[in-house]
Structure formats: C-alpha cells, structure tokens
C-alpha cells in the first residue's frame, strides 16, 4: 500500500512493521473457506478489513493520547496528531477503493456499516467514560460495537465473498460476534494480571480512565464506603496524582478479592459457549476445527 509521497510511505512502512496477530483476515479467510471456498474477492476482502482495523487503531491512539501501540511509539507519539489523522484517512480511502473494485455491494453495506459501528463506539465509550464509571450493560454495549463487531463483520463479509447462503451467513456472523466479545473479555482480564506472566503493562484501562468489567462487578459486589475508596483511588491513577505502584496493586487485590476476575471468565466461558453452538450447523472439517481453533486461542492466550 504505497504512495508516491515519501513521507506517507514512511508512516505506513512503520505500522506495517507492527501488524499483529492478524486474526481478523484470518477470520474473513476461514469464514469463507468453511462455506464455498475462498476466492479472489474473499482475499480483498480480507485486505481492506484488516486496513479499516487498522485505521481505526490509529484513529484511536489519537482520541485517546494513546503513546503506544503494540509495544512502540503510537503514530502521534511519534509524529503528530495531524499526521496520525491524515494517515488515518488515507488508509480509509484505500479501504473503499479496494471494497468498489470487488463490485459486491453487500459486502460494501457491511464494512460501510462496520466503519459507522466502530466510529459510534468509540463515542459511545467516550460519553459513557466522562464519569468514569459505567455499568455492565453499557460495558457490554461498548465492547460488542468496538470490538465484536469488527469481528462479526470479517465472518460475514468472509462468508459473503464465497457466496455462503443466508443461513451460512448468519451463523457465521453470530460466531464473529461472540468470538469478538471473548477476546477483549480476554484483554480486560489480563489488565488485573501480573505484568510478568504477560509480558505488558496492566492497569492500562485504569491509567486511561475506562473501567471494564472486572473492577465495575467488583464494585457492585463491595460495600459502599469500599467501593467508594477504590472509585477514589482509581480516579486519582487516571489524573496521575498518586503512586501508581501502591495504587495498582491495591485495586487488583480489590478486584481479586471480589471475584471480578472470576466472574469476567465466567462470561467469557458463556460468551465461548454461543460461538460454539453459532457454527452447529457446519458440518465437522478441518476449517471448522481451525475457527473453534481460533476461539480457543481468544479464551485462552496469555498475552
């Protein structure tokens, strides 16, 4: 994806370098290939989904100030807002030059309504994190159009691309969507691990003022005046005004103490289950195994 402008090649190499787990052509590739096989429209597919995501990221470092991604410098971190945004946008407009020239115009409604899904997420997320504190269902809500969508819509356009039937279709999509959920159910757990078994930073959600779903059922389940302190504390993380280390550890013991872990896996477990039943009505193959393969991996990765 070059340009003849030196400079965009530049920034566009620096994310390339740092492309991923690349789970979510992955998904159009093998949604695709369980129902009629994967064709050259599946592969473009595959191409302008992954691009949109990462758009999207680099949207999102910007919204959120975010200084690093994937275990660099953000691009604003590194150059500028303006270029992030202008980046950004370029690869959107790749995203719909690749889309027009697949002449499918299904396929063009869902990454088009994937583009608005994820865009009102993101200020779903940030009106509902102006205080902070949210409940389980706005948590939910949040996560399944930042999140779950995107993987819903690479298992239906995927699906789509190979001209699967509406049964096909849907269930596959249904399969994408909870797939989605579990993983970042994944991700917010890991934001009360210990740093070493992962090999990241945790706390991350804290330090950027959004509270997921292990902290807000903790909350719910501590009396008031506890509930309150950790509110306190974990507010103060996010403007920076106490010692992070002290903070960090007495918010995970909070969450631990509370089960807030245990009861995110149980959801997550639940969330497994769906998924499951969604790809009932394939029948067993390869293809199959390698996208229960892929939900395993969500569930139970380490970092």
Request: hydrophobic share 40%; aromatic share 6%; proline share 2%.
């Amino acid at each position: 994806m070059h340009s003849e402008n030196a400079h965009l090649n530049e920034v566009l190499d620096y994310i390339h370098a740092k492309a991923g787990k690349q789970l979510r052509p992955i998904v159009v590739l093998l949604s695709a290939q369980l129902c009629r096989g994967v064709t050259d429209k599946t592969i473009q597919t595959a191409v302008a989904l992954e691009l949109l995501h990462n758009a999207s990221l680099v949207h999102d470092d910007v919204v959120d100030s975010s200084p690093m991604r994937r275990g660099v410098k953000s691009v604003q971190a590194k150059w500028s807002n303006k270029v992030a945004v202008l980046v950004g946008d370029y690869m959107l407009a790749r995203v719909i030059n690749t889309i027009t020239e697949i002449h499918n115009s299904q396929i063009l409604n869902i990454v088009a309504g994937l583009g608005m899904a994820l865009s009102s997420g993101e200020l779903l997320q940030l009106h509902a994190n102006s205080s902070m504190w949210i409940s389980e269902a706005q948590y939910f809500q949040i996560i399944t159009q930042k999140t779950a969508q995107l993987f819903a819509c690479c298992a239906e356009a995927g699906a789509e691309s190979s001209a699967a039937t509406m049964r096909q279709t849907t269930a596959l999509r249904e399969f994408g969507k909870q797939l989605g959920i579990c993983f970042q159910l994944k991700d917010d757990i890991f934001d009360y691990t210990d740093a070493e078994e992962i090999g990241k930073p945790t706390m991350s959600d804290i330090r950027d003022g959004k509270c997921t779903l292990p902290l807000l059922i903790s909350l719910e389940r501590a009396p008031k005046a506890e509930a309150e302190h950790i509110k306190q504390l974990a507010e103060e993380l996010y403007q920076d005004i106490t010692d992070p280390v002290n903070a960090e550890q007495e918010i995970k013991s909070f969450v631990l103490r509370y089960d807030g872990v245990r009861y995110a896996a149980a959801r997550m477990a639940e969330h497994k289950k769906s998924a499951i039943e969604a790809l009932s009505i394939f029948r067993d193959s390869r293809t199959k195994e390698a996208l229960l393969s892929l939900l395993d991996y969500a569930v139970n990765r380490d970092r």
